[in-house]
């Protein structure tokens, strides 16, 4: 999230407005950024992350699980090293059809069956990838969900 200059771009702002809602994996940094997202309009869910201060941590669960149009999504800010990734958070959230996370600030999707995991990296510090993104989620009313990456800047 906006830290120092960084700001959300505003192909990222005009996408969460027009929203359904917002998940947030982590690493939001302070309330007053996820006062900002909750302005947006559309409900806000998030977890707090490890640069998140100790308001943002007390105010936030680590671990959460989102109803969305008949898919259950499980939301996480750390997901554990790469290496059995998508096994182990399948068994952190077994009643899950999606889980989304963070941390790693690098795009991310697999899928085993119908249970997949999304990382939509970060739409304010790119690090190793191509390009500032963030995610889109489409569900279709059946409980199936569609993952999206869109480069933002």
């Known amino acids: 999230m906006p830290r120092g200059t960084r700001s959300l771009p505003p192909a ?6 027009a929203a359904d809602a917002i998940l947030h994996c982590g690493d939001v940094a302070t309330l007053d950024v996820l006062s900002d997202l909750e ?4 409900p806000v869910h998030a977890v707090f992350g490890n640069v998140d201060d100790d308001q943002l ?10 109803e969305a149009g008949g898919a259950r999504i499980g939301m996480v800010h750390d997901p554990g090293p790469r290496q ?39 739409p304010t ?17 059946r409980g199936t ?8 800047g």
């Open 145 to 152: 969900i569609a993952f999206q990456l869109v480069a933002v």
């Open 39 to 42: 302005a947006l309009g559309p």
């Open 84 to 122: 059995g990734r998508l096994e182990r958070l399948r068994a952190r959230f077994p009643d899950a059809d999606a889980v989304v996370f963070g941390h790693t600030h690098l795009p991310e999707h697999a899928q085993r069956g119908t249970f997949q995991i999304f990382n939509p990296g970060s």
């Open 12 to 17: 990222c702002l005009e996408r969460l407005a």
């Open 125 to 141: 510090e790119r690090r190793r990838a191509p390009a500032r993104t963030m995610g889109m989620a489409t569900v279709d009313g």
């Open 57 to 66: 941590q007390a105010r936030l669960p680590e671990m959460l699980v989102v």
